[in-house]
Structure formats: structure tokens, C-alpha cells
């Protein structure tokens, strides 16, 4: 099992960047696919941005294309998130998850077999 860690969150203004991290410590980390997900209050867990096994191939939302940058340090054991141009409604829990069994770029979370436990992004206008 992989045991995930998000850090980075915190309260900025809109127009702001933040950069998440999300460090991982278990089993067979540089051969899972990552993703980014996120959770508005009274709202679904949505995807945000996905990694392939060696950062050769990322997915993004539409919601975040060409504003949010996915990543990944292998030899870090970590992934990140750099969010610019935030807006009002990127506030969310922001989650990190793993593909346990995959190195495949996907964007639906029931294949995501590992969470973390969340950091709060805030963006205030």
C-alpha cells in the first residue's frame, strides 16, 4: 500500500500560485500513474490533473488546462501541483491519489486506489 501526504495548501488571492506537494512512502511509487483531485463544499470530488509513471504523459481538466502544471520527482517519491492564475472557484480540498497496480494516465478516481488526506486550497477575490 501507498501511504500519501498533501502539502502546500493555504489562503491566497485570486490571480495567486500556490504549489501542492503530495510525497509518497510505500510500495512501488515510480511505476504509478498519479492524479490530482479536488472537492468543493456540497460539490463531487472532480479530477484535476493526472501523470503518467515517468511524467511523460499528463491529462488535465478543462476547468484548469493551461493554468495548473502537474509533476513528478520519482527519486523524491513526491508529485506536484503548481496552480497560477487561481480563481474564486479552484477552492477546494485538493486530494493526491495513486494508481496502485498501473502507470497509466486516467482521469476516473474509482481507479485510483490510493488517497491522501487532503489539503485546503482557498482563493479569495
Known amino acids: 500500500q501507498v501511504q500519501l501526504v498533501e502539502s502546500g495548501g493555504g489562503l491566497v488571492q485570486a490571480g495567486d500560485s500556490l504549489r501542492l506537494s503530495c510525497a509518497a512512502s510505500?510500495?512501488?511509487?515510480?511505476?504509478?500513474?498519479r492524479g490530482w483531485f479536488r472537492q468543493a463544499p456540497g460539490k463531487e470530488r472532480e479530477f484535476v490533473a493526472a501523470i503518467n509513471w515517468n511524467g511523460g504523459s499528463t491529462y488535465y481538466a478543462d476547468s484548469v488546462k493551461g493554468r495548473f502544471t502537474i509533476s513528478r520527482d520519482n527519486a523524491k517519491n513526491t508529485v506536484y501541483l503548481q496552480m497560477n492564475s487561481l480563481k474564486p472557484e479552484d477552492t477546494a480540498v485538493y486530494y493526491c491519489?495513486?494508481?496502485?497496480?498501473?502507470?497509466?494516465?486516467?482521469?476516473?478516481?474509482?481507479?485510483?486506489?490510493?488517497w491522501g488526506q487532503g489539503t485546503q486550497v482557498t482563493v479569495s477575490s
Open positions: 510505500g510500495r512501488a511509487f515510480s511505476s504509478n500513474a
Open positions: 491519489a495513486a494508481r496502485r497496480s498501473s502507470g497509466l494516465v486516467v482521469s476516473r478516481a474509482d481507479l485510483f486506489s490510493d
